[in-house]
């Protein structure tokens, strides 16, 4: 089974990035179920604003995607800025977009049986709407959001320290990653037994 992670940081390598530091609990229970997992940071690489999978030369979201494409589960990570999720996560599922409309030989969208989760952070609180946003819109574009597909950190209201810089909620939010790890890997298992097929014809 093969996971992919995307950390949307707004952070370019090699800066430190809190909501990559999170998604490693998730990443390091993943790895227990056996899953291979593989990690990119999005903001390192040049995806162009649009809604195609392919924005031509230059464009490496196509590399991206043929990872998700080659993965059973995805999880988006972000940190949140002003209540909502990073930019870059923004820009990531509008490029997902253009999979709504794209199927396999089969006829079955591309993104069914495939399972994802949301992984956010933020010394400021809004998590649950992030995490509602981005399960609703990989929802629409066709993966399966097992129940409890997230885990989240924040130091709550107002200005603080970031994840990386206190011990504030770690236990919760790890043990919250662990089930996140285990319900996504219970739920892709499933699917890959009794998979959700093409959807039915108009005719």
Partial sequence: MKALILNCTLKPSPEPSNTRALADEVIAALIDHGVDVDVQRVVDLRIPFGVQSDMG???EWPAVRAQIVASDILVIATPTWLGQPASVAKV??????AMISE???AGVPLAYNKVAGVVV?????????????ISGALGDIGFTIPGQAWTYWNMGPGPGPTYTETDHGHDWSRSTGRTMAANLVAVATALQHHPIPAPPSDG
């Avoid at 990531?92 to 977009?97: Q, S, Y």
């Avoid at 933020?122 to 946003?133: F, K, L, M, S």
């Fill in 103 to 105: 199927t396999d030989d």
């Fill in 121 to 133: 952070t933020g010394n400021e609180d809004g998590a649950h709407h992030v995490i509602a946003e």
């Fill in 92 to 97: 990531v599922l509008e490029r997902l977009d």
């Fill in 57 to 59: 030369t230059g464009d």
